[in-house]
């Protein structure tokens, strides 16, 4: 079966801290993907970013950074000098060929960033 | 508009009465996706398409909810008999095709309040 795990339910940072959203994932598939989306108050899902299962590499866009570890099923998820618009509910999703539903998303985790 | 449309956006009405709601995917998108989302809860899948066709609907929550998709483009997902507990925001999300390496794009959601 498929699962991800956001441990963390709830997340508060002063503004500019850096903080790291936690996903941890399951599955049999051995070619996958990994997601981030993010919800901000208005209540839109926005993707963020895709990784394959083959691709290692981290990424870097702009202030956000993803660490993909397959050693512990991880695709964590860094925001570098949070700002408040950065306030929103993040969920780590994942596809793969073996699952019953397309897509496998965790419970989110809410972010709460205070100027 | 480019992006996934759903309407209405909000919608109150009485128990017992029958909603529809519809959904407008990405033009070209031949994947939809529909999802619940209970208050400050994560998302729940409800049933996908690709074309017109369900091929699973286990999860829709009970024989009050149906779906459908025509001319493989706009969905409407249908609640006859409505709950105080079908109250949610559903969400719309659309994709190139069902291959798990396509990221799904959201609508904005119907929020959905029943008396």
């Known amino acids: 079966a498929q699962k991800v795990t956001q441990a963390q339910t709830e997340i508060s940072v002063v503004e500019k801290e850096d903080v790291t959203l936690d996903c941890v994932y399951e599955?049999?598939?051995?070619?996958?993907?990994l997601f981030w989306y993010k919800q901000p108050p208005s209540g839109e899902l926005v993707f963020l970013i895709r990784?394959?299962?083959?691709?290692?590499q981290n990424e870097i866009s702009g202030r956000y950074s993803w660490n993909f570890q397959k050693s512990t099923s991880s695709f964590n998820f860094t925001i570098t000098a949070s700002q408040v618009v950065d306030s929103a509910v993040y969920f780590c999703?994942?596809?793969?060929?073996?699952?019953?539903?397309?897509?496998?998303f965790g419970k989110g985790t809410r972010l709460s960033v205070i100027a | 508009g480019a992006g996934v449309s759903q309407s209405p956006s909000n919608k109150v009405t009485e128990k017992g009465k029958d909603v529809e709601l519809r959904c407008d995917p990405i033009?070209?998108?031949?994947?939809l996706y529909w999802y619940r989302q209970s208050l400050g809860q994560g998302l729940e899948f409800l049933i996908y398409?690709?074309?017109?066709?369900?091929?699973?609907k286990s999860g829709l929550p009970s024989d009050r909810f149906s779906a459908e998709r025509t001319g493989g483009s706009v969905s409407t997902l249908t609640i006859q008999r409505t709950q105080q507990e079908d109250s949610a925001v559903y969400l719309c999300?659309?994709?190139?095709?069902?291959?798990?390496?396509?990221?799904?794009?959201f609508g904005d959601g119907t929020r959905l309040s029943i008396l």
């Open positions: 999300a659309s994709s190139l095709n069902l291959n798990s390496n396509q990221p799904q794009h």
């Open positions: 599955t049999r598939d051995t070619t996958y993907y």
């Open positions: 990784r394959n299962s083959f691709d290692e």
């Open positions: 999703a994942l596809s793969g060929d073996s699952g019953n539903t397309p897509l496998v």
């Open positions: 033009s070209g998108h031949t994947a």
């Open positions: 398409f690709q074309g017109n066709s369900a091929p699973d």
